[in-house]
């Protein structure tokens, strides 16, 4: 209640655009938005839901949008993606492609999973499953979805279950430790799981699932056990978990509850610790344990504070008797965040452990615990991210099979100890956001099986020469602002000669952003010939070394400050760069530009002139920021960017420049031009432009009298003019069709508008000139 009128309180007077997905409960949108006066005027709610009944409330919600399934051929084409790798079906299965568009009902999740499921089978046994299909009801899509998660085999199906319940947007290479101890083939099985399309693995190795697969899965879970909870394999939720342990605790089951193998709690009362103690020594079978006791850690039990303690030492040593066996014999992963500092754990088998995580947990250094965890021979992956009392790491010799060590927003921590050193196997350490670090052990120039490390916003002074570091492919330091000496690289913030690079040469990734006291690389970089990825953003680098062009495999360079004046002459020697971001700079001439870039951003100061671009013939987005010099020189010709509307694969074209006073007539020929800004305060008028674009931003041109007539532009959505002083009118507007949004601001000169009573998908008008 509190919350609600704190929003009625705060936006009654503010325009807000406020997104509610996949909303299921009427609850929901109640606490969120009961009248529409919650909101200032010209607010925008936008409701997604599978439940139409939701939006029947004629004074909340003003219209609706039914959204329809895909056409045939955008359905056959989709569905020829997954079940032929290519476009269009084969010749041959072109009937039984057709029967399988009209079971999935242009659904696209159907027609990706079942797609799927029939891609290298063969005309016999595409007949035997789509028989199957067919005879189900055509609403009745989930069980059609079903059918591809019944083909799974054991292995593959607790593993798609596991995500379906638990790990919906985790680490993929964290949790796959848990799966490899329990010998459930992972690599092989998340490949079938994504050759069906039951899940998706994300560039940055997190696992996805699409809302309805994660129904479906949860469903069968309980159609599975008799919706008997305590049969069930996975307890996800607060509600299920609660009941089953109290339903342990009275006596009432005796068989099947060591059918649970993950289970999710959050301990919100102080009563509930001792139902752990009673009931966790019945999960036998248990590999995966959560436990959340934020609200035990962050309150203060609204009781007197003496009881309070008494209570805290009472409860927390529940878990701490020594008699007995060890409880959860067959746990692979702990997590248990907020773990109160009293809390030991030594009644917890932790012979199969792989995967710890006391995230946001009160301990310290010196908590009892970490004599036990040392048990955990085979512990795989330590998190303590923001463990804030933590100020030295503790001794980590023993966990000598280590290979993700995870310390961010440690806030406190100030000393690594040196028995890090030990950690031969550690390929993942994330240091990121330990601001009172100052220092780093030479022991871990050890870790001979490092691959990543991240340092971002420490205060580290120098990195120390690594010599065992060899593998080390992601070096990340963004923001250490303290950051004065870089040995391995030879980077320092003194006028001395810089020393060659060491032991860093299977470096891939390379971020040393905002580091402000180093100025100067040395010329030895160019000995990286593994980097991909190099950042140098708001450094104090005047100039790159040309050794840079040396770098033979670099994709990704980004650099760039208000000193930054010269980047080398033969960078166009990199092939295979792909992105380039100079910005902002007072590079005054840029060299010849290597082919194979699709993405190109570049702001400078004392750029004199538009540079010749002409063969990025790839380039998909362009930026170009010029602004006049504080002195400028006498130019030769007004550019006029002539060899723009030769770069046909552009999707993205962004203008600024005080010397452009026309664009050439050849932009029209961009057809997959898409996004197109133009802020030239020069600029005398526009050519036609593409009639594919969708958005148009001009800005800043106060030369611009008239924009032509835009009522061509039929696929345009979005319209933003401001900072034209002398626009006097903005023709076409009334036709622009598909134009949902219209903004206009600063614009001293425009007299009126034409009738806008016609753009009947316009939703939001900014008229403010």
């Not at 995580?357 to 048990?375: A, M």
């Not at 100039?543 to 930054?564: C, F, H, T």
Request: a neutral charge; charged letters at 25%.
């Amino acid at each position: 209640m509190e919350g609600t009128k704190l929003i009625k309180e705060r936006l009654c007077y503010k325009r807000v655009l406020l997104l509610l997905d996949d909303v299921d409960k009427t609850s929901q949108l109640d606490a969120l938005m009961q009248k529409c006066d919650w909101f200032g005027k010209g607010s925008k709610i936008i409701i997604t839901t599978r439940d139409q009944g939701i939006l029947d409330r004629p004074t909340l919600v003003d219209g609706t949008y039914e959204l329809t399934g895909m056409d045939f051929g955008h359905s056959l084409q989709l569905f020829s993606k997954h079940a032929f790798r290519r476009d269009y079906p084969l010749e041959q299965y072109i009937s039984h492609s057709e029967r399988a568009l009209n079971i999935c009902g242009g659904l696209p999740l159907a027609l990706e999973v079942i797609g799927s499921l029939l891609s290298g089978k063969s005309i016999e046994k595409w007949d035997t499953i789509l028989k199957e299909l067919e005879e189900l009801p055509q609403e009745d899509v989930q069980r059609k979805l079903m059918i591809s998660i019944e083909s799974l085999n054991e292995d593959q199906r607790k593993i798609f279950l596991d995500v379906a319940c638990f790990f919906i947007g985790f680490d993929k290479r964290i949790v796959i430790h848990m799966w490899e101890s329990c010998r459930f083939l992972p690599v092989q099985s998340l490949q079938i799981l994504q050759q069906r399309s039951l899940i998706k693995i994300r560039e940055d190795n997190q696992l996805w699932m699409h809302d309805w697969l994660r129904a479906i899965g949860r469903n069968s879970i309980q159609q599975g056990s008799g919706r008997k909870l305590e049969k069930q394999q996975w307890v996800w939720t607060q509600a299920q978990a609660l009941e089953v342990l109290e339903r342990i605790q009275m006596g009432g089951v005796v068989h099947g509850i060591g059918c649970i193998e993950a289970i999710c709690l959050k301990l919100e009362k102080l009563f509930q610790y001792s139902l752990i103690k009673e009931c966790l020594p019945s999960l036998l079978n248990v590999r995966f344990l959560q436990v959340d006791s934020e609200d035990f850690n962050g309150n203060t039990y609204s009781i007197p504070t003496p009881v309070g303690r008494f209570l805290y030492y009472h409860w927390s040593n529940l878990l701490e008797t020594t008699s007995g066996p060890f409880i959860l014999p067959e746990l692979r992963w702990l997590s248990w965040h907020y773990l109160p500092a009293a809390f030991k754990l030594t009644h917890f088998s932790l012979r199969k452990l792989v995967i710890l995580d006391f995230s946001r947990s009160r301990i310290t250094e010196k908590w009892d615990g970490w004599s036990h965890i040392k048990l955990a021979k085979d512990l795989k992956v330590l998190n303590l991210t923001e463990c804030e009392k933590l100020r030295k790491t503790p001794d980590l010799s023993p966990y000598v099979n280590l290979e993700r060590l995870i310390l961010e927003g440690c806030k406190r921590l100030v000393h690594i100890d040196p028995s890090i050193g030990h950690l031969k196997r550690l390929v993942f350490l994330s240091l990121k956001d330990c601001f009172c670090l100052r220092k780093l052990p030479d022991e871990m120039g050890e870790l001979e099986s490092l691959r990543e490390l991240l340092l971002d916003s420490t205060s580290i002074k120098e990195i120390p020469e690594w010599r065992k570091m060899r593998k080390l492919e992601i070096l990340s330091l963004f923001s250490c602002l303290s950051l004065e000496k870089f040995s391995s690289i030879g980077c320092t913030a003194s006028a001395a000669e810089p020393k060659s690079i060491k032991n860093l040469n299977s470096l891939i990734e390379l971020d040393i952003s905002e580091t402000r006291k180093i100025e100067k690389l040395p010329e030895s970089i160019g000995s990286m010939k593994n980097l991909k990825v190099l950042k140098l953003k708001y450094c104090l680098i005047r100039k790159l070394p040309s050794a840079i062009g040396m770098m033979e495999k670099l994709e990704q360079l980004e650099a760039g400050d208000v000193v930054l004046e010269e980047i080398p002459d033969n960078i166009g020697k990199l092939q295979f760069l792909r992105i380039l971001k100079l910005q902002p700079t007072r590079i005054s001439a840029l060299p010849q530009l290597p082919e194979s870039l699709i993405t190109v951003s570049f702001h400078s100061y004392s750029m004199k002139m538009l540079p010749d671009l002409s063969n990025l013939l790839n380039l998909r987005t362009l930026s170009l920021h010029l602004d006049q010099p504080k002195d400028p020189p006498k130019l030769e010709e007004a550019p006029s960017g002539w060899w723009i509307g030769r770069l046909r694969m552009l999707e993205e074209l962004d203008l600024a420049s005080l010397d452009i006073t026309s664009l050439s007539s050849d932009i029209v020929f961009l057809s997959q031009l898409k996004r197109l800004k133009l802020g030239c305060d020069n600029l005398q008028c526009l050519p036609r432009l593409p009639s594919n674009l969708s958005s148009l931003l001009i800005w800043r041109s106060s030369s611009l009298k008239t924009t032509g007539d835009l009522s061509y532009l039929k696929s345009l959505s979005d319209l933003t003019v401001r900072r034209c002083d002398q626009l006097t009118e903005i023709q076409g507007l009334e036709g622009l069709e598909n134009l949902i949004s219209l903004e206009l601001n600063e614009l001293p000169s425009l007299a009126e508008l034409p009738d806008l009573t016609n753009l009947k998908k316009l939703k939001k008008i900014h008229p403010k000139y």
